[in-house]
């Protein structure tokens, strides 16, 4: 059964969609079964692995609506190996219409329970504010990945997502855990990044991945050629850098897993 983890910031423009399709094809690089899930009527998760968002029969907004089955609306990322649920600006009409249905944080977990024993891994892209579809996100949730930068502003902007996030699990979601904190746009060299680092190891000890992730010129470029970095060049430290977050994250779920057992 996949191990369902959003990816999320309220804040914008910390590597979020980015995180969410390098690390679906990271995975899927070493033969895990990954869902990508976009939940941003942005779209630019689907764009990023390959999928033209204007040309799109089904969304993530008919299977939030419950219109169609989930299986209608996946597609196959063809050449980066991993399957998407995609997204267009008409998931807006969903972020609104799912205010008025019963039940309606929970769409996304019920869609999903239909195809979670396919996969090893089902990774949601949030959109970067706290609204209907995040909540669904969270809902559906097993863990959280928060993609920050190492800046000021970003603990600010961690301290409101961590009590989201709590709130989220004492209403809906019992199970809702932190997988990790991953650095993104990381550079050792800046002194702030190195005193933030140290702050967020003194707080969150072994929640903050080994990992991370830096400011790389082919992860910029790829999403323009409809690819992840890992196709787009294998060898660049975005992808390289993306590689070693997959293998931590499996390593933490092989730990959870073992830890979970009677």
Known sequence: MAKIIAVTNQKGGVGKTTTCVNLSASL???KRRVLMVDLDPQGNASMGAGIDKYSLKYTAN??????????????PSEQS???VLPANSDL?????????????????QQALSRVKERYDYILIDCPPSLNMLTLNALTAAKSVI???QCEYYALEGLAALLD????????????????????TMFD?????SSEVVKQLREHFADKVFRTAIPRNIKLAEAPSHGL????????SRGAQAYLALASELARRTSSDSVANQP
């Open 81 to 83: 190996g991993f399957d």
């Open 92 to 108: 807006t009409a969903a972020e609104v219409n799912l205010l008025h249905e019963l039940s309606r944080e929970a769409r996304l």
């Open 28 to 30: 899927a690089a070493t």
């Open 146 to 148: 928060i993609p920050m």
């Open 188 to 192: 050792p060299r800046n002194r702030l």
């Open 164 to 183: 989201t996030i709590e709130q989220v699990k004492q209403a809906v979601n019992p199970d809702l855990e932190v997988e990790g904190l991953l650095r």
């Open 228 to 235: 992840p970095a890992l196709q787009y060049d294998r060898t």
């Open 62 to 75: 008919e299977v939030l609506m419950n219109e169609i089955d989930i299986e209608q609306a996946i597609q």
